[in-house]
């Protein structure tokens, strides 16, 4: 998608022009340059004459989200105020790049967290020695050009419909939390997010996750609960 804005020509006492003309009489050349600010990587823009008088419509765009520098000239000299700070971020989810860990698991009936042996699975080396009691799913929604889409974006969220076809099942579906090494502060992942879900019924479902309408990478996915801690009564 272009990132449009416009260029109006004025004289040195910024009064608008009704024509833009170089010392050849011709039209002024324009010209645009978008520099990314972590690596200096460099992309051409297009420019073209306005529809207002003494005006050109400039326009560039780029697959990467971050933190650029857009340099507009006239005539190989500055315009007033370039370069010009620009940061672009990710498009809405995409279900064909939006991916998703952990949902093809095998989890025990149980209580969730009120069941003590939750977490007994894992041996002192942290391997499983049996099925968890929760299931988990960890989602990665990214742009149609795969960049991860922004933390706090709140329609990456939202546009990703997840459902599980399990009876009485207890969900939490958030944004996955990290510390952010500059601030120390703790912030949302970009793109990350995470299910969460147990029952106490035992069967064979499937987890749903879509946005507008269409699956994402590997979706249904297929979870099994097994039976639950052997009760003696």
Known sequence: VDNKFDIQCKDKYTNNLDKCLGPSG????????????SNNQASTGKSEKGTG???????????ATGAYLLRVTLENVDVIGSSFSVTLDPGPPDPERTTAEGSAIAIR?????????????LDPNNKPVGKPCK???????????GNDCAAGFTSGLSALKVSINMPSASTSFVYDKAQNTQTSKTEDTPGKHTLTYHTKTNGKYTLSATIKGKHIKGSPFNVFVDYGEQFHG
């Open 109 to 121: 009936a149980s209580n969730g967290e009120t069941d003590k042996k939750c977490d007994s699975y």
């Open 53 to 63: 008088a003494g005006t050109f419509s400039g326009s560039y765009s780029t697959a």
């Open 135 to 145: 299931g988990l799913t960890t989602f990665f929604t990214r742009d149609q050009f």
């Open 26 to 37: 011709q039209l002024a050349k324009v010209g645009i340059v978008l520099k990314k600010k």
